[in-house]
């Protein structure tokens, strides 16, 4: 599962999403919808229910109880939009395992 979890991770952080502050449209750009649509497979893939995705990228789905207790829902929220200060073109990625709290070079072509 971990392996899968991270793969999954890592293919999320290829998706340009970055917000455009002028746009009026919702979502801001057309690349956030593509990356919402790869989201509502992922989450049909995974077995989740009333998967809905509308025209403004609003993506929403059941995750169905595991328990045989009649117990509340819960909702979670977030947003595919990364910030307009930074391009969201070629991201790449940084796995620091066993991480202990050293410097990371975040780009090392750059350094």
Sequence with gaps: MKNNLLNRFLKYTTFNSQSHQNSETTPSS???LIFSAFLEEELRNIGLSEVILDDK???TATLPSNSKSQ???IGLIAHVDTSPDFSGENVKAVITPNYQGEEITLNKELE
């Design 71 to 73: 117990l509340p829902t």
């Design 30 to 32: 057309h690349s956030q």
């Design 57 to 59: 990228g609003y993506l």
